[in-house]
């Protein structure tokens, strides 16, 4: 029987094989994929504070609905206002309730750096993303042969685009030689869906200096998102957190702002 994600990166295989020939040329033309990816290693550069990666998200297979009925405008624009140094919008729509128009409607609504958060595949879907306004992708090495990461990885630098790499497993280290812009390590196996901070607390260790590293999953409070800085990330991605929230924006400033002096 295939696990979750054997069943999420299939359905994203069948899905890629029906683009068509001229996909490329189409996204290539598109008034989005003319304009210049937005960094989010300017953050690192400029500010000593860790960053929060910020997610909007309506459901996932651990968790089903999480918030079905949110608005992409509202919900971007209050974690902008609250201090977030890119936001992450979950396009894949049959497992997470997503679409690449959330993306746009994010694009068209705040000025950070956009993730695409979906399950890239293939290099076509790098074009797609810059085509409907991402400036960061997602590289997933459990969903991913070591040749197709490198192929996935030379065409986002050739489009300026930046990459995370998401590992979870020691074994998966070996994927560094893609050279990503940041590693996101993930508490949550996206086999089974469980989760364990304690292992990214160990990995987190092993990754060379140089590259940001960032958590997700699992953080729930300033204090536990200080632990993972003072153990050597300098990031964070959080969506069904905040995703629950009520006043979002003042409930994430105050969260950032809290985690803030926590790490000092």
Known sequence: MMNILDRIVLQKRIDVSKYSENARAIFENATLFKQT??????WFYQSVSPAFITEFKRKSPSKTNINLEAKVAEVTKDYE???????SI????AFFGGSLQDMVQARNTVNLPILRKDFIVDPIQVYEAKAYGADII???AAALSINDAVKIAQ???KLGIEFILEIHREKELCYLDIQPDFVGINSRNLRTFELDVQNSMQLVKKIPPGIPAIAASGINTP???AALYKNGFHGF????HFMRAQNREEYVNQFIEKTYVLCK
Request: proline share 7%.
């Open 237 to 240: 991605l959080i969506g069904e």
């Open 223 to 225: 204090e536990e998102a």
């Open 138 to 140: 997602l590289l997933i």
């Open 81 to 87: 206002k609250a201090g977030a140094a890119a936001i």
């Open 37 to 42: 990816p937005k960094p989010l290693a300017n």
């Open 155 to 157: 065409t986002a630098r």
């Open 90 to 93: 979950l396009t894949d729509k």
